[in-house]
């Protein structure tokens, strides 16, 4: 069974549950790219860590300021930068090429 981080429950305690789910506005509604990614950083990051590694990437992926090139280099620098694995972000620049093209 998982928490609301997307970790085992054994790894996450109700306060970190709870927590999250009051945190995360977007929780339950959340894009199936965010979904992946805290799925993938829950593996080998805790709770706390793999939230805040999807609060950025989140900031960073959704910024239309920015060209999506320029969006997929920041997050993955950023995430390498916390110790992601390459598999990882090779796997999410994948996700979020499936992401842009079933966007609207």
Same mark, same amino acid.
């Given at each position: 069974?998982?928490? !609301?981080?997307? =970790?085992?429950? !054994?790894?996450?305690?109700?306060?970190? $549950?709870?927590?999250? *789910? #009051?945190?995360?506005? &977007? *929780?339950?509604?959340?894009?199936? %790219? %965010? $979904?992946?990614? &805290?799925?993938?950083?829950?593996?080998?990051?805790? =709770?706390? *860590? *793999?939230?805040?590694?999807?609060i950025c990437a989140e900031i960073i992926l959704f910024d239309d300021s920015m060209p999506l090139q320029d969006r997929i280099e920041s997050v993955s620098e950023a995430l390498k930068g916390e110790g992601v694995a390459d598999e990882v972000l090779v796997e999410l620049a994948i996700h979020? #090429? !499936?992401h842009v093209e079933t966007s609207p």
């Open positions: 069974m998982t928490g !609301d981080c997307g =970790c085992e429950a !054994d790894g996450c305690s109700e306060v970190d $549950q709870a927590t999250t *789910a #009051a945190s995360s506005p &977007r *929780a339950g509604s959340e894009p199936a %790219l %965010l $979904q992946w990614l &805290r799925t993938a950083l829950s593996v080998t990051k805790d =709770c706390a *860590a *793999a939230d805040s590694l999807l979020i #090429a !499936d």
